[in-house]
DNA sequence: ATACACCACTTGTTTAAACAAGTCAATCTG
DNA sequence: CAGATTGACTTGTTTAAACAAGTGGTGTAT
Protein backbone atom coordinates (compact mmCIF):
# COMPACT_ATOMS: atom_id res chain seq x y z
CA UNK A 1 0.00 0.00 0.00
CA UNK A 2 2.05 2.90 -1.01
CA UNK A 3 1.15 5.99 1.72
CA UNK A 4 1.56 9.41 -1.11
CA UNK A 5 -1.37 10.74 -1.02
CA UNK A 6 -1.37 11.50 -4.71
CA UNK A 7 -0.47 7.78 -5.34
CA UNK A 8 -3.86 6.57 -3.50
CA UNK A 9 -6.14 9.00 -5.36
CA UNK A 10 -4.15 7.93 -8.92
CA UNK A 11 -5.39 4.14 -7.81
CA UNK A 12 -8.72 5.15 -7.21
CA UNK A 13 -9.44 7.20 -10.06
CA UNK A 14 -7.54 4.04 -12.28
CA UNK A 15 -9.82 1.68 -10.63
CA UNK A 16 -13.08 3.81 -11.18
CA UNK A 17 -11.53 3.93 -14.94
CA UNK A 18 -11.27 0.54 -15.43
CA UNK A 19 -14.29 -0.98 -13.68
CA UNK A 20 -16.38 1.84 -15.98
CA UNK A 21 -17.54 4.07 -12.80
CA UNK A 22 -16.67 7.16 -14.93
CA UNK A 23 -18.09 6.63 -18.14
CA UNK A 24 -15.50 6.24 -21.68
CA UNK A 25 -15.68 9.24 -23.35
CA UNK A 26 -16.99 11.58 -20.97
CA UNK A 27 -15.80 13.99 -18.41
CA UNK A 28 -14.17 13.19 -15.20
CA UNK A 29 -15.43 15.24 -11.98
CA UNK A 30 -13.68 18.32 -11.98
CA UNK A 31 -10.50 19.10 -10.04
CA UNK A 32 -12.63 21.41 -7.81
CA UNK A 33 -14.52 18.17 -7.10
CA UNK A 34 -12.14 15.63 -6.87
CA UNK A 35 -10.64 18.19 -3.91
CA UNK A 36 -13.77 18.04 -1.77
CA UNK A 37 -13.71 14.46 -2.22
CA UNK A 38 -10.50 13.59 -1.67
CA UNK A 39 -9.93 16.33 1.01
CA UNK A 40 -6.71 17.42 -0.20
CA UNK A 41 -4.94 20.44 -2.35
CA UNK A 42 -5.34 20.81 -5.66
CA UNK A 43 -2.04 20.01 -6.72
CA UNK A 44 -2.05 16.73 -5.22
CA UNK A 45 -5.64 16.01 -7.30
CA UNK A 46 -3.70 17.30 -10.81
CA UNK A 47 -0.15 15.22 -10.19
CA UNK A 48 -2.72 12.47 -9.83
CA UNK A 49 -4.57 13.23 -12.95
CA UNK A 50 -1.15 13.99 -14.53
CA UNK A 51 0.15 10.39 -14.30
CA UNK A 52 -3.35 9.47 -15.48
CA UNK A 53 -2.48 11.54 -18.96
CA UNK A 54 0.86 10.13 -19.13
CA UNK A 55 -0.83 6.63 -18.77
CA UNK A 56 -3.03 7.12 -21.70
CA UNK A 57 -6.43 6.72 -19.05
CA UNK A 58 -7.19 10.64 -19.65
CA UNK A 59 -6.99 13.49 -21.45
CA UNK A 60 -7.71 16.94 -20.30
CA UNK A 61 -7.98 20.02 -22.48
CA UNK A 62 -8.30 23.79 -20.37
CA UNK A 63 -11.66 24.97 -20.10
CA UNK A 64 -13.25 22.35 -20.69
CA UNK A 65 -11.79 19.35 -18.26
CA UNK A 66 -10.64 15.77 -18.18
CA UNK A 67 -11.94 12.84 -20.36
CA UNK A 68 -11.70 9.45 -19.86
CA UNK A 69 -10.09 7.95 -23.06
CA UNK A 70 -9.60 4.42 -21.34
CA UNK A 71 -9.69 1.31 -23.85
CA UNK A 72 -9.15 -2.23 -22.20
CA UNK A 73 -5.69 -3.16 -23.36
CA UNK A 74 -5.91 -6.73 -25.66
CA UNK A 75 -5.01 -9.35 -23.14
CA UNK A 76 -3.41 -11.88 -25.50
CA UNK A 77 0.19 -12.85 -25.47
CA UNK A 78 3.18 -11.17 -23.92
CA UNK A 79 2.93 -7.69 -23.75
CA UNK A 80 5.47 -5.38 -22.51
CA UNK A 81 6.00 -1.73 -22.32
CA UNK A 82 4.93 0.44 -19.60
CA UNK A 83 1.99 -1.77 -18.84
CA UNK A 84 3.46 -4.58 -17.43
CA UNK A 85 6.67 -7.58 -17.92
CA UNK A 86 7.16 -10.32 -18.63
CA UNK A 87 6.62 -12.14 -15.09
CA UNK A 88 3.41 -10.57 -14.16
CA UNK A 89 1.69 -11.42 -17.51
CA UNK A 90 2.88 -15.16 -16.81
CA UNK A 91 1.24 -14.80 -13.47
CA UNK A 92 -1.97 -13.36 -14.70
CA UNK A 93 -2.53 -15.40 -16.81
CA UNK A 94 -1.14 -18.56 -14.61
CA UNK A 95 1.48 -19.20 -17.53
CA UNK A 96 4.68 -21.19 -16.27
CA UNK A 97 7.70 -19.19 -16.92
CA UNK A 98 10.88 -20.63 -16.43
CA UNK A 99 14.91 -19.45 -17.26
CA UNK A 100 18.00 -21.29 -17.98
CA UNK A 101 21.52 -20.05 -18.14
CA UNK A 102 23.03 -20.73 -21.34
CA UNK A 103 26.50 -19.47 -20.50
CA UNK A 104 27.84 -17.54 -17.75
CA UNK A 105 31.37 -15.80 -18.67
CA UNK A 106 33.76 -12.98 -17.54
CA UNK A 107 35.32 -10.83 -19.94
CA UNK A 108 36.16 -6.84 -20.29
CA UNK A 109 34.72 -3.95 -22.33
CA UNK A 110 36.92 -4.10 -25.72
CA UNK A 111 35.83 -1.23 -28.16
CA UNK A 112 33.26 -3.70 -30.07
CA UNK A 113 31.30 -4.10 -26.76
CA UNK A 114 32.16 -0.80 -25.89
CA UNK A 115 30.23 0.64 -28.89
CA UNK A 116 27.65 -2.13 -28.52
CA UNK A 117 26.78 -1.22 -24.86
CA UNK A 118 27.96 2.12 -23.94
CA UNK A 119 30.32 0.56 -21.03
CA UNK A 120 33.23 2.09 -21.11
CA UNK A 121 36.44 -0.19 -22.50
CA UNK A 122 38.28 -1.84 -19.89
CA UNK A 123 35.41 -2.53 -17.78
CA UNK A 124 35.18 -5.74 -16.27
CA UNK A 125 31.75 -7.66 -17.18
CA UNK A 126 30.07 -10.64 -16.65
CA UNK A 127 28.49 -11.81 -19.83
CA UNK A 128 25.43 -14.02 -19.51
CA UNK A 129 23.05 -15.59 -21.92
CA UNK A 130 20.03 -17.09 -20.99
CA UNK A 131 16.73 -18.05 -22.01
CA UNK A 132 13.56 -17.49 -20.87
CA UNK A 133 10.87 -19.89 -21.55
CA UNK A 134 6.61 -19.42 -21.26
CA UNK A 135 4.71 -22.96 -20.97
CA UNK A 136 7.84 -24.68 -21.83
CA UNK A 137 8.15 -22.71 -25.38
CA UNK A 138 11.46 -20.60 -25.25
CA UNK A 139 10.01 -17.41 -26.24
CA UNK A 140 13.22 -14.94 -25.24
CA UNK A 141 16.58 -15.03 -25.88
CA UNK A 142 18.63 -12.71 -24.12
CA UNK A 143 21.88 -11.83 -23.91
CA UNK A 144 23.50 -9.13 -21.15
CA UNK A 145 25.96 -7.76 -19.66
CA UNK A 146 26.71 -6.68 -15.98
CA UNK A 147 29.15 -4.83 -14.23
CA UNK A 148 30.87 -6.70 -12.15
CA UNK A 149 32.08 -4.32 -9.29
CA UNK A 150 28.13 -3.81 -8.80
CA UNK A 151 27.44 -7.90 -8.20
CA UNK A 152 31.08 -9.74 -7.40
CA UNK A 153 28.91 -12.64 -6.64
CA UNK A 154 27.01 -13.47 -9.23
CA UNK A 155 26.67 -17.33 -9.97
CA UNK A 156 24.34 -19.28 -12.15
CA UNK A 157 21.89 -20.31 -9.53
CA UNK A 158 21.24 -16.12 -9.09
CA UNK A 159 20.93 -15.90 -13.11
CA UNK A 160 18.28 -18.73 -13.20
CA UNK A 161 16.24 -16.98 -10.86
CA UNK A 162 15.25 -13.19 -10.87
CA UNK A 163 18.34 -11.08 -11.35
CA UNK A 164 16.68 -8.16 -10.29
CA UNK A 165 14.99 -9.47 -6.96
CA UNK A 166 18.80 -10.87 -6.50
CA UNK A 167 20.04 -7.05 -7.23
CA UNK A 168 17.17 -5.16 -4.69
CA UNK A 169 16.46 -7.51 -2.88
CA UNK A 170 20.26 -9.42 -1.70
CA UNK A 171 22.21 -6.20 -2.88
CA UNK A 172 20.24 -2.98 -1.89
CA UNK A 173 20.34 -1.66 -5.15
CA UNK A 174 17.90 0.79 -6.51
CA UNK A 175 17.21 0.29 -10.24
CA UNK A 176 15.67 3.64 -11.51
CA UNK A 177 16.19 4.13 -15.30
CA UNK A 178 16.29 2.06 -18.27
CA UNK A 179 16.02 3.06 -21.87
CA UNK A 180 15.23 1.02 -24.39
CA UNK A 181 15.55 0.25 -27.91
CA UNK A 182 13.32 -1.69 -30.37
CA UNK A 183 14.24 -3.21 -33.37
CA UNK A 184 13.93 -6.03 -35.90
CA UNK A 185 16.71 -7.59 -36.86
CA UNK A 186 17.38 -11.08 -38.93
CA UNK A 187 18.18 -14.17 -37.03
CA UNK A 188 21.34 -15.72 -35.77
CA UNK A 189 22.69 -19.29 -36.04
CA UNK A 190 22.05 -18.59 -32.12
CA UNK A 191 18.21 -17.35 -32.54
CA UNK A 192 17.98 -20.94 -34.54
CA UNK A 193 19.15 -22.86 -31.69
CA UNK A 194 17.52 -21.39 -29.21
CA UNK A 195 14.20 -20.12 -30.05
CA UNK A 196 11.45 -21.84 -31.86
CA UNK A 197 11.14 -19.60 -35.04
CA UNK A 198 8.96 -21.05 -37.37
CA UNK A 199 9.04 -19.70 -40.60
CA UNK A 200 10.61 -16.21 -39.10
CA UNK A 201 13.57 -14.63 -40.33
CA UNK A 202 13.85 -11.73 -37.80
CA UNK A 203 13.41 -11.23 -34.42
CA UNK A 204 12.31 -8.23 -32.39
CA UNK A 205 15.17 -6.84 -30.38
CA UNK A 206 15.28 -5.11 -27.27
CA UNK A 207 18.24 -3.10 -26.43
CA UNK A 208 18.09 -2.12 -22.48
CA UNK A 209 20.49 0.16 -20.96
CA UNK A 210 19.94 -0.25 -17.05
CA UNK A 211 20.64 2.35 -14.40
CA UNK A 212 20.89 2.46 -10.37
CA UNK A 213 20.83 5.11 -8.23
CA UNK A 214 24.17 6.12 -8.26
CA UNK A 215 23.62 6.80 -12.36
CA UNK A 216 26.14 4.43 -13.26
CA UNK A 217 24.66 1.99 -15.76
CA UNK A 218 25.36 -1.89 -14.56
CA UNK A 219 22.82 -3.65 -17.20
CA UNK A 220 23.55 -4.04 -20.97
CA UNK A 221 20.99 -6.16 -22.07
CA UNK A 222 19.78 -7.22 -25.68
CA UNK A 223 16.52 -9.54 -25.79
CA UNK A 224 15.51 -11.00 -28.74
CA UNK A 225 11.63 -12.24 -28.71
CA UNK A 226 9.80 -14.51 -31.22
CA UNK A 227 8.03 -12.36 -33.22
CA UNK A 228 4.88 -14.20 -32.64
CA UNK A 229 4.61 -13.53 -29.07
CA UNK A 230 6.00 -9.93 -29.47
CA UNK A 231 4.04 -6.53 -28.18
CA UNK A 232 4.99 -3.30 -26.86
CA UNK A 233 2.49 -1.14 -26.34
CA UNK A 234 3.32 2.69 -25.84
CA UNK A 235 1.40 5.98 -25.01
CA UNK A 236 2.10 9.93 -26.50
CA UNK A 237 1.15 12.63 -25.62
CA UNK A 238 1.37 15.85 -27.54
CA UNK A 239 3.78 18.04 -25.77
CA UNK A 240 3.67 21.88 -25.09
CA UNK A 241 6.54 22.71 -27.41
CA UNK A 242 7.13 20.03 -29.32
CA UNK A 243 5.43 19.23 -32.30
CA UNK A 244 6.87 16.10 -32.68
CA UNK A 245 6.20 12.14 -31.78
CA UNK A 246 3.18 11.67 -34.49
CA UNK A 247 4.29 10.77 -37.87
CA UNK B 1 9.79 30.04 -28.79
CA UNK B 2 7.98 28.42 -25.45
CA UNK B 3 6.98 31.29 -23.12
CA UNK B 4 6.20 28.66 -20.15
CA UNK B 5 9.34 29.08 -18.07
CA UNK B 6 9.45 25.50 -16.78
CA UNK B 7 10.05 24.92 -20.65
CA UNK B 8 12.69 27.27 -21.23
CA UNK B 9 14.29 26.39 -18.14
CA UNK B 10 13.56 22.49 -19.25
CA UNK B 11 15.62 23.61 -22.96
CA UNK B 12 18.73 25.23 -21.34
CA UNK B 13 19.39 22.32 -19.48
CA UNK B 14 18.82 19.79 -21.99
CA UNK B 15 21.34 22.01 -24.18
CA UNK B 16 23.61 22.25 -21.49
CA UNK B 17 23.74 18.27 -21.18
CA UNK B 18 23.88 17.76 -25.02
CA UNK B 19 26.80 19.98 -25.16
CA UNK B 20 28.64 18.77 -22.31
CA UNK B 21 28.52 21.76 -19.72
CA UNK B 22 27.54 19.38 -17.11
CA UNK B 23 29.45 16.28 -17.31
CA UNK B 24 27.98 12.78 -17.62
CA UNK B 25 28.04 10.70 -14.36
CA UNK B 26 28.12 13.60 -12.15
CA UNK B 27 25.41 15.61 -10.26
CA UNK B 28 23.87 18.85 -11.72
CA UNK B 29 23.55 21.75 -9.93
CA UNK B 30 21.32 21.48 -6.86
CA UNK B 31 17.84 22.83 -6.86
CA UNK B 32 18.47 25.26 -4.70
CA UNK B 33 21.24 26.88 -7.15
CA UNK B 34 19.21 26.86 -10.29
CA UNK B 35 16.54 28.74 -8.14
CA UNK B 36 19.21 31.66 -7.88
CA UNK B 37 20.21 31.32 -11.62
CA UNK B 38 16.37 31.16 -12.59
CA UNK B 39 15.13 32.95 -10.67
CA UNK B 40 12.28 31.09 -10.19
CA UNK B 41 10.25 29.32 -7.47
CA UNK B 42 11.63 25.38 -6.63
CA UNK B 43 8.51 24.06 -8.09
CA UNK B 44 9.42 25.48 -11.53
CA UNK B 45 12.62 23.71 -11.07
CA UNK B 46 11.79 20.39 -10.36
CA UNK B 47 8.76 20.75 -13.34
CA UNK B 48 11.35 21.46 -15.85
CA UNK B 49 14.03 18.15 -14.06
CA UNK B 50 10.95 15.82 -14.03
CA UNK B 51 10.61 16.36 -17.84
CA UNK B 52 14.29 15.68 -18.01
CA UNK B 53 13.88 13.10 -15.96
CA UNK B 54 10.98 11.72 -18.37
CA UNK B 55 13.33 11.71 -21.39
CA UNK B 56 16.28 10.15 -20.05
CA UNK B 57 18.74 12.88 -19.68
CA UNK B 58 19.00 12.29 -15.95
CA UNK B 59 18.48 10.83 -12.74
CA UNK B 60 17.45 12.11 -9.01
CA UNK B 61 18.13 10.53 -5.89
CA UNK B 62 16.43 11.84 -2.22
CA UNK B 63 19.51 13.17 -0.70
CA UNK B 64 21.76 12.97 -3.24
CA UNK B 65 21.19 15.15 -6.41
CA UNK B 66 20.69 14.97 -10.09
CA UNK B 67 22.60 13.11 -11.94
CA UNK B 68 23.42 13.75 -15.71
CA UNK B 69 22.99 10.11 -17.48
CA UNK B 70 22.73 11.76 -20.89
CA UNK B 71 24.12 9.37 -23.43
CA UNK B 72 23.94 10.45 -27.42
CA UNK B 73 21.41 8.02 -29.41
CA UNK B 74 22.83 6.76 -32.19
CA UNK B 75 22.08 9.16 -35.36
CA UNK B 76 21.67 5.80 -37.92
CA UNK B 77 18.60 5.48 -39.82
CA UNK B 78 14.87 6.10 -38.56
CA UNK B 79 14.44 6.43 -35.37
CA UNK B 80 10.73 7.15 -34.02
CA UNK B 81 9.12 6.88 -30.41
CA UNK B 82 9.84 10.01 -27.77
CA UNK B 83 12.17 10.96 -29.78
CA UNK B 84 11.69 12.63 -33.16
CA UNK B 85 9.28 11.23 -36.01
CA UNK B 86 9.66 10.48 -39.24
CA UNK B 87 9.40 13.78 -41.11
CA UNK B 88 11.95 15.33 -38.72
CA UNK B 89 14.31 12.40 -39.07
CA UNK B 90 14.28 13.42 -42.80
CA UNK B 91 14.49 17.11 -42.70
CA UNK B 92 17.34 16.79 -40.01
CA UNK B 93 19.88 14.05 -42.20
CA UNK B 94 18.82 15.97 -45.46
CA UNK B 95 16.70 13.01 -46.95
CA UNK B 96 14.28 13.51 -49.15
CA UNK B 97 10.80 11.97 -48.23
CA UNK B 98 7.60 11.95 -50.59
CA UNK B 99 4.06 9.67 -50.23
CA UNK B 100 2.05 8.14 -52.32
CA UNK B 101 -1.62 7.55 -52.01
CA UNK B 102 -2.33 4.28 -52.87
CA UNK B 103 -6.46 4.36 -52.37
CA UNK B 104 -8.76 6.39 -50.57
CA UNK B 105 -12.35 5.31 -50.43
CA UNK B 106 -14.81 5.23 -47.66
CA UNK B 107 -16.33 2.27 -45.97
CA UNK B 108 -18.51 1.65 -43.05
CA UNK B 109 -16.80 0.13 -39.78
CA UNK B 110 -18.06 -3.46 -39.88
CA UNK B 111 -17.47 -5.94 -36.74
CA UNK B 112 -14.18 -6.84 -37.72
CA UNK B 113 -13.03 -3.52 -38.37
CA UNK B 114 -14.05 -2.33 -34.86
CA UNK B 115 -12.39 -5.14 -33.27
CA UNK B 116 -9.08 -3.83 -35.21
CA UNK B 117 -9.77 -0.20 -34.50
CA UNK B 118 -10.98 0.31 -31.66
CA UNK B 119 -14.24 2.72 -33.80
CA UNK B 120 -18.04 1.85 -32.85
CA UNK B 121 -19.71 -0.63 -35.49
CA UNK B 122 -21.55 1.67 -38.19
CA UNK B 123 -19.21 4.38 -38.07
CA UNK B 124 -18.14 5.69 -41.53
CA UNK B 125 -14.73 6.01 -42.52
CA UNK B 126 -12.15 6.72 -44.86
CA UNK B 127 -9.74 3.99 -45.54
CA UNK B 128 -6.88 5.42 -46.87
CA UNK B 129 -3.36 3.97 -48.38
CA UNK B 130 -0.43 5.55 -48.15
CA UNK B 131 3.51 4.50 -48.83
CA UNK B 132 6.34 6.74 -47.36
CA UNK B 133 9.04 6.99 -49.00
CA UNK B 134 12.71 8.14 -48.38
CA UNK B 135 15.31 8.85 -50.77
CA UNK B 136 13.30 7.30 -53.29
CA UNK B 137 13.13 3.82 -51.18
CA UNK B 138 9.24 2.73 -49.79
CA UNK B 139 9.92 2.39 -46.28
CA UNK B 140 6.41 2.26 -44.78
CA UNK B 141 3.55 1.32 -45.91
CA UNK B 142 0.48 2.96 -44.35
CA UNK B 143 -3.13 2.17 -43.75
CA UNK B 144 -5.44 4.24 -41.86
CA UNK B 145 -9.01 4.53 -40.98
CA UNK B 146 -10.40 8.16 -40.47
CA UNK B 147 -13.37 9.73 -39.14
CA UNK B 148 -15.49 11.14 -41.83
CA UNK B 149 -17.65 13.26 -39.68
CA UNK B 150 -13.99 14.75 -38.54
CA UNK B 151 -12.48 15.42 -41.69
CA UNK B 152 -15.33 15.39 -44.48
CA UNK B 153 -13.57 16.91 -47.10
CA UNK B 154 -10.55 14.99 -47.37
CA UNK B 155 -8.86 14.46 -50.80
CA UNK B 156 -6.30 12.23 -52.17
CA UNK B 157 -4.47 15.84 -52.92
CA UNK B 158 -4.95 16.55 -48.91
CA UNK B 159 -3.65 12.60 -48.59
CA UNK B 160 -0.50 12.85 -50.32
CA UNK B 161 0.91 16.26 -48.15
CA UNK B 162 0.66 16.05 -44.06
CA UNK B 163 -2.28 15.32 -43.11
CA UNK B 164 -1.77 16.37 -39.28
CA UNK B 165 -0.40 19.91 -40.67
CA UNK B 166 -4.31 19.58 -42.53
CA UNK B 167 -6.16 18.96 -39.72
CA UNK B 168 -4.01 21.00 -37.22
CA UNK B 169 -3.73 24.42 -39.30
CA UNK B 170 -6.82 23.72 -41.72
CA UNK B 171 -9.09 22.26 -39.32
CA UNK B 172 -8.35 23.30 -36.50
CA UNK B 173 -8.39 20.19 -34.65
CA UNK B 174 -5.69 19.44 -31.46
CA UNK B 175 -4.32 16.24 -31.71
CA UNK B 176 -3.58 15.12 -28.18
CA UNK B 177 -2.75 11.37 -26.93
CA UNK B 178 -1.39 8.79 -29.31
CA UNK B 179 -1.78 4.84 -28.17
CA UNK B 180 0.92 2.69 -29.85
CA UNK B 181 1.13 -0.87 -30.08
CA UNK B 182 4.37 -2.32 -31.63
CA UNK B 183 4.38 -5.48 -33.05
CA UNK B 184 6.44 -8.00 -35.33
CA UNK B 185 3.90 -9.58 -37.96
CA UNK B 186 4.89 -12.14 -41.16
CA UNK B 187 4.83 -10.12 -44.63
CA UNK B 188 1.59 -9.47 -46.62
CA UNK B 189 1.36 -9.55 -50.46
CA UNK B 190 0.64 -5.62 -50.39
CA UNK B 191 3.98 -5.46 -48.15
CA UNK B 192 5.50 -6.92 -50.82
CA UNK B 193 3.96 -5.08 -53.49
CA UNK B 194 4.74 -1.50 -51.73
CA UNK B 195 7.46 -2.02 -49.82
CA UNK B 196 11.28 -3.17 -50.69
CA UNK B 197 11.92 -5.84 -48.49
CA UNK B 198 14.95 -8.15 -49.81
CA UNK B 199 15.19 -11.19 -47.65
CA UNK B 200 12.67 -10.14 -44.87
CA UNK B 201 9.57 -12.00 -43.84
CA UNK B 202 8.27 -9.82 -41.50
CA UNK B 203 7.87 -6.26 -40.70
CA UNK B 204 7.69 -3.75 -37.76
CA UNK B 205 3.95 -2.77 -37.17
CA UNK B 206 3.08 -0.22 -35.41
CA UNK B 207 -0.73 0.27 -34.20
CA UNK B 208 -1.84 4.05 -33.83
CA UNK B 209 -5.16 5.44 -32.11
CA UNK B 210 -4.87 9.04 -31.89
CA UNK B 211 -7.10 11.27 -30.09
CA UNK B 212 -7.93 15.00 -30.52
CA UNK B 213 -9.36 17.04 -27.85
CA UNK B 214 -12.75 16.15 -27.85
CA UNK B 215 -11.55 12.91 -26.68
CA UNK B 216 -12.74 10.84 -29.85
CA UNK B 217 -10.43 8.55 -31.63
CA UNK B 218 -10.56 9.82 -35.17
CA UNK B 219 -7.94 8.42 -36.72
CA UNK B 220 -6.59 4.55 -36.58
CA UNK B 221 -2.86 3.78 -38.53
CA UNK B 222 -1.16 0.66 -38.90
CA UNK B 223 2.11 1.33 -40.13
CA UNK B 224 4.37 -1.48 -41.40
CA UNK B 225 7.78 -1.22 -42.02
CA UNK B 226 10.76 -1.97 -43.57
CA UNK B 227 12.92 -4.12 -40.66
CA UNK B 228 16.30 -2.89 -41.79
CA UNK B 229 15.50 1.00 -41.05
CA UNK B 230 12.79 0.75 -38.16
CA UNK B 231 14.20 2.18 -34.72
CA UNK B 232 11.70 2.62 -31.74
CA UNK B 233 13.55 4.58 -28.68
CA UNK B 234 12.04 4.57 -25.27
CA UNK B 235 12.83 5.56 -21.75
CA UNK B 236 11.02 4.01 -18.42
CA UNK B 237 11.38 5.35 -15.38
CA UNK B 238 10.74 2.82 -12.14
CA UNK B 239 7.91 4.46 -10.30
CA UNK B 240 7.39 4.53 -6.78
CA UNK B 241 4.50 1.45 -6.11
CA UNK B 242 4.90 -0.19 -9.26
CA UNK B 243 7.64 -2.87 -9.29
CA UNK B 244 6.98 -3.35 -13.44
CA UNK B 245 8.25 -2.27 -16.58
CA UNK B 246 11.44 -3.65 -16.31
CA UNK B 247 11.88 -8.04 -17.51
C1' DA C 1 -32.25 37.21 -35.32
C1' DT C 2 -27.42 38.13 -34.96
C1' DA C 3 -23.41 39.80 -32.69
C1' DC C 4 -21.22 41.04 -28.73
C1' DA C 5 -20.07 41.35 -23.86
C1' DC C 6 -20.12 39.10 -19.82
C1' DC C 7 -19.97 35.44 -16.37
C1' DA C 8 -19.23 31.12 -14.32
C1' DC C 9 -16.88 27.43 -14.95
C1' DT C 10 -12.88 24.64 -16.40
C1' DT C 11 -7.64 23.47 -16.61
C1' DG C 12 -2.67 25.68 -16.85
C1' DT C 13 1.30 28.20 -14.63
C1' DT C 14 3.82 30.13 -10.88
C1' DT C 15 4.94 31.42 -6.27
C1' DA C 16 5.86 30.59 -1.20
C1' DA C 17 6.13 27.92 2.63
C1' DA C 18 6.46 23.97 5.63
C1' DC C 19 7.73 19.47 6.75
C1' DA C 20 9.42 14.60 5.57
C1' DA C 21 13.14 11.82 4.38
C1' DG C 22 17.61 10.32 2.49
C1' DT C 23 22.93 11.21 2.24
C1' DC C 24 27.23 12.26 3.78
C1' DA C 25 30.79 14.07 6.43
C1' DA C 26 32.36 16.02 10.71
C1' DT C 27 32.21 15.46 15.40
C1' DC C 28 31.40 13.50 19.73
C1' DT C 29 31.39 9.36 22.80
C1' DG C 30 32.48 5.01 24.55
C1' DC D 1 39.97 3.35 17.36
C1' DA D 2 34.97 2.09 16.47
C1' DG D 3 30.58 3.43 16.59
C1' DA D 4 26.85 6.70 17.34
C1' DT D 5 25.18 11.42 16.96
C1' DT D 6 24.63 15.60 15.02
C1' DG D 7 24.00 18.93 11.44
C1' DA D 8 24.05 20.69 6.93
C1' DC D 9 22.94 19.51 2.84
C1' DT D 10 20.01 17.15 -0.78
C1' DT D 11 15.34 15.70 -3.07
C1' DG D 12 10.17 14.31 -2.04
C1' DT D 13 5.32 15.53 -0.63
C1' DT D 14 1.65 18.59 0.46
C1' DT D 15 -0.77 22.80 1.21
C1' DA D 16 -2.54 27.53 -0.09
C1' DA D 17 -3.07 31.21 -2.96
C1' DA D 18 -3.15 34.03 -7.03
C1' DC D 19 -3.56 34.86 -11.76
C1' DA D 20 -3.75 33.29 -16.83
C1' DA D 21 -6.33 31.25 -20.34
C1' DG D 22 -9.81 28.41 -22.74
C1' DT D 23 -15.05 26.93 -23.05
C1' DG D 24 -19.71 27.49 -23.18
C1' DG D 25 -23.90 29.51 -21.86
C1' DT D 26 -26.81 33.76 -20.79
C1' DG D 27 -28.25 38.01 -21.58
C1' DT D 28 -28.20 42.47 -23.75
C1' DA D 29 -27.82 45.77 -27.40
C1' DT D 30 -28.01 46.44 -32.14
Known sequence: MPREKFTQIYATLKERIESGVYPVGQLLPSENTLIGEFSCSRNTVRR??????????????????????FQPIERSSYTMG????FRETARRTGQHTATRVVSLERCVAGVNI???TGFP??????SLSRVHEMDG???ILNHSYLRVDCM???????????????LEEELGMVIVTSKRTITVEPVTGADRKWLDLG?????????????????VMFEYTQS??????????????RRAGARNSLV
Open 224 to 237: RHVPSIFRFQDNAV
Open 114 to 116: SLQ
Open 48 to 69: AISELVRDGYVQTSQGKGVCNI
Open 199 to 215: EYNCVAVVSNQVYNSQG
Open 137 to 139: KPI
Open 82 to 85: TIES
Open 121 to 126: VGTELF
Open 152 to 166: PDLTEEIAQGSLYRY
